[in-house]
């Protein structure tokens, strides 16, 4: 297990800041088998190397989200099945991508100071196991780029 992370500064590319980390996340749970612990630290890595204003997971319990590790203020605690970002990614099983979340219909506000999102699920036997949860206080912070390269981090997650 790795325990030191190499960040770039944020004057590099989004595309290169990515292509350093994932390896270093790969590295990160290599040997260790707790979940959480692997969680903890992924988010962690995941808010260093790409300054996000709030980043991590929930997880799929009965009909509700319920809140994992993560990196960030304070958060919502449960999320019903289809209700918000979150809920909504979990009903249909994709990515979801919103860029003003004032604008999405049912968004629950956990802070005011989130402006645009990101909701990836990862899954396991089939179902939705988690959702990775990534916020930013920039408007349209979120395109394909991320959505690719926090794709990988899913991959990562869902082989834990």
């Known amino acids: 297990m790795a325990e030191n992370l190499t960040v770039l500064d944020s004057t590099s590319s989004k595309t290169d800041r990515y292509e350093s980390l994932l390896p270093q996340l790969k590295a990160l749970v290599t040997g260790e088998s707790n979940v959480v612990a692997n969680l903890a630290n992924l988010m962690a890595a995941l808010k260093q190397s790409m300054d996000f204003f709030w980043v991590g997971v929930y997880f ?3 009909d509700s989200l319920v809140l994992g590790p993560f990196q960030g203020p304070v958060a919502c605690t449960r999320i019903g099945f ?6 909504s990614s979990w009903k249909e099983q994709k990515v979801l991508i919103v860029e003003d979340v004032d604008a999405f219909p049912g968004h629950i506000a956990c802070s ?3 402006k645009s999102e990101i909701v990836l699920p990862a899954f396991k036997n089939n179902k939705v196991w988690l959702v990775l949860d990534v916020d930013s206080e920039k408007l349209a912070a ?4 991320d959505q ?5 981090v899913i991959k990562i997650i869902e082989s834990l």
């Open 142 to 145: 979120f395109d394909e780029t």
């Open 82 to 87: 289809g209700k918000g970002v979150c809920g």
């Open 148 to 152: 690719k390269y926090l794709g990988e």
């Open 60 to 62: 799929v319990e009965n």
């Open 112 to 114: 005011s100071l989130s």
